[in-house]
């Protein structure tokens, strides 16, 4: 392959030696729409495309273009491919940045974001008592000290910020952050077709109310609120007949559980009779099934609300105020989780036997990857649904746990405290916005108590004569002031004008 490359890259070098301007134009303007390795070598790959652009004297481009085809295929981390897109002008006018767009990442966005796939349950190997490889501890993911190097960008702690992982989860979980938005779009679609649960006269006009460039957040707030109690309305999909019942979270439930009350109401009594008839063989073994029938529900487990979200248009997902461009709503459901940077999340060493405490995160995945070991062994070798349905329940305990750490509904062990998950580094007094950004620090800063009074200027404001002589303020001097300053060092540390 690096042959045929570099012999079809010598013909377009020979037809550009026209001028050498035209050959500058030539090495700006070849475009590698393939993948490089961070070795900077070309490695196998499905298909490498080299555009050339040869830039006439006119400032017309005449393309020309070349394909190679592969059928070797590179299993390369996706975090050491690198997209080049060299640029025949660059225009040195710094931009000015608009506005900040937040979205859901894909499970191929987390794989591109990180640098490999954690999936070592050992934090350090024995008896060097170093970072297991492709463990949570990895130093491909950072250091937590001032000696180590970074193994992925061969820098320091001052200089490293650290680096992702991810872990692939054998079956998706709720994301206990967006479980309400995930409620309320299952409310809104049709559990059999995913279509939205709103006649099509409606659905295009409320698809035009949300395109509307002068519909702002409040406005699209209101209708989508009032597209929701259109949803619960509705007993039956305009579109395929089928019926839809309500859906709510199961409170008191171990671990977050969504069910659809698909068999009650006076609407759903064909729904039931049908169920009934499947169920006939197994009620005459055990009568028991018939009381069970009454309160009968359809569970949507993760990977049915999954298919689901994947189902839905565009469009629909316009109609209930989801950007398809930013976030589908397939994002909202966790089928990867990213593992944070060994920075922010570093390793205490103890004094006395030369281990170390980890950090809460630390502890949390190394659970979640040892559960999610051994529900894919349970999956491989013992397929049995009872032991199956367990383990990802704990998966899902886990997970939510990680993210929130007083996760609601959770059954709190006696003499456990809870561990501080992600929610609770952010939100609260001593969280990183109050605690760290809002409220650090600073230099030339004092607090204390301020006292109006009538004989100061508006913006005059009043302090303790201990603040007064103990804060210092930085003045530049110069002619106008320095008379002023010869004063206040003549007072000295004791005088108040000093």
């Given at each position: 392959m690096s042959s045929i490359l570099t012999r079809r890259i010598q013909i377009f070098t020979q037809l550009a030696k026209d001028t050498q301007e035209e050959q500058a134009a030539f090495r700006r303007s070849i475009l590698f729409r393939g993948v490089v390795s961070s070795s900077g070598q070309?490695?196998?790959?499905?298909?490498?495309?080299?555009?050339?652009?040869?830039?006439?004297?006119?400032?017309?481009?005449?393309?020309?273009?070349?394909t190679h085809n592969n059928n070797n295929e590179a299993d390369l981390p996706l975090s050491h491919v690198t997209h080049q897109t060299v640029l025949s002008e660059i225009n040195p006018t710094p931009k000015q940045i608009s506005h900040l767009q937040f979205g859901l990442l894909s499970p191929s966005d987390m794989q591109r974001l990180a640098e490999f796939q954690v999936t070592s349950r050992d934090l350090f190997t024995m008896p060097q008592r170093l970072p297991a490889a492709n463990g949570v501890l990895d130093p491909r993911l950072g250091v937590s000290d001032k000696v180590g190097t970074c193994s992925t960008c061969k820098l320091k702690l001052a200089d490293c910020a650290g680096h992702f992982g991810y872990i692939r989860l054998t079956l998706p979980c709720f994301h206990i952050g967006?479980?309400?938005?995930?409620?309320?779009?299952?409310?809104?679609?049709?559990?059999?077709?995913?279509?939205?649960?709103?006649?099509?006269?409606?659905?295009?006009?409320?698809?035009?109310?949300?395109?509307?460039?002068?519909?702002?957040?409040?406005?699209?707030?209101?209708?989508?609120?009032?597209?929701?109690?259109?949803?619960?309305?509705?007993?039956?999909?305009?579109?395929?007949?089928?019926?839809?019942?309500?859906?709510?979270?199961?409170h008191g439930a171990p671990t977050l559980k969504i069910v659809h009350e698909k068999y009650k109401g006076r609407h759903m009594e064909g729904e039931l009779e049908e169920l009934i008839e499947s169920l006939e063989g197994a009620m005459q073994i055990n009568p028991e099934i018939n009381h069970a029938l009454r309160v009968a529900v359809e569970d949507l487990l993760p990977t049915r609300v999954l298919e689901l979200f994947k189902a839905m248009t565009d469009d629909d997902c316009e109609v209930l105020w989801v950007n398809p461009f930013i976030?589908?709503?397939?994002?909202?459901?966790?089928?990867?989780?990213?593992?944070?940077?060994?920075?922010?999340?570093?390793?205490?060493?103890?004094?006395?036997?030369?281990?170390?405490?980890?950090?809460?995160?630390?502890?949390?995945?190394?659970?979640?990857?040892?559960?999610?070991?051994?529900?894919?062994?349970?999956?491989?070798?013992?397929?049995?649904?009872?032991?199956?349905?367990?383990g990802w329940d704990v998966l899902q305990s886990q997970v939510s746990q990680y993210i929130n750490g007083d996760m609601p509904g959770l059954k709190k062990e006696m003499g456990h405290k809870?561990?501080?998950?992600?929610?609770?580094?952010?939100?609260?007094?001593?969280?990183?916005?109050?605690?760290?950004?809002?409220?650090?620090?600073?230099?030339?800063?004092?607090?204390?108590?301020?006292?109006?009074?009538?004989?100061?200027?508006?913006?005059?404001?009043?302090?303790?004569?201990?603040?007064?002589?103990?804060?210092?303020?930085?003045?530049c001097v110069s002619r106008y002031n320095i008379e002023k300053l010869r004063e206040r060092v003549r007072n000295g540390p004791e005088n108040h004008p000093g």
């Open positions: 070309f490695p196998t790959c499905n298909r490498v495309d080299i555009q050339y652009a040869k830039i006439g004297s006119e400032g017309h481009h005449n393309q020309h273009r070349m967006y479980l309400k938005h995930t409620l309320n779009l299952l409310q809104c679609i049709c559990k059999t077709c995913s279509r939205v649960l709103l006649p099509e006269y409606e659905r295009k006009q409320t698809l035009k109310k949300m395109r509307n460039t002068r519909t702002d957040a409040l406005g699209k707030a209101s209708i989508f609120k009032k597209v929701i109690e259109k949803c619960k309305k509705q007993r039956s999909c305009p579109y395929c007949d089928k019926p839809n019942g309500t859906v709510k979270k199961v976030g589908r709503p397939e994002n909202l459901i966790l089928e990867h989780l990213l593992v944070p940077p060994v920075p922010i999340r570093p390793s205490v060493a103890m004094d006395v036997g030369g281990g170390s405490n980890e950090d809460d995160l630390t502890v949390k995945l190394l659970e979640i990857i040892n559960v999610n070991v051994a529900l894919e062994l349970n999956m491989t070798r013992n397929p049995q649904t009872k032991t199956i349905m367990e809870p561990i501080r998950g992600l929610c609770q580094r952010l939100k609260g007094k001593q969280g990183r916005f109050r605690g760290n950004l809002s409220g650090k620090r600073v230099d030339f800063s004092a607090r204390t108590v301020i006292s109006p009074d009538p004989n100061l200027k508006i913006n005059q404001v009043g302090v303790p004569v201990h603040v007064a002589k103990t804060m210092t303020y930085p003045e």
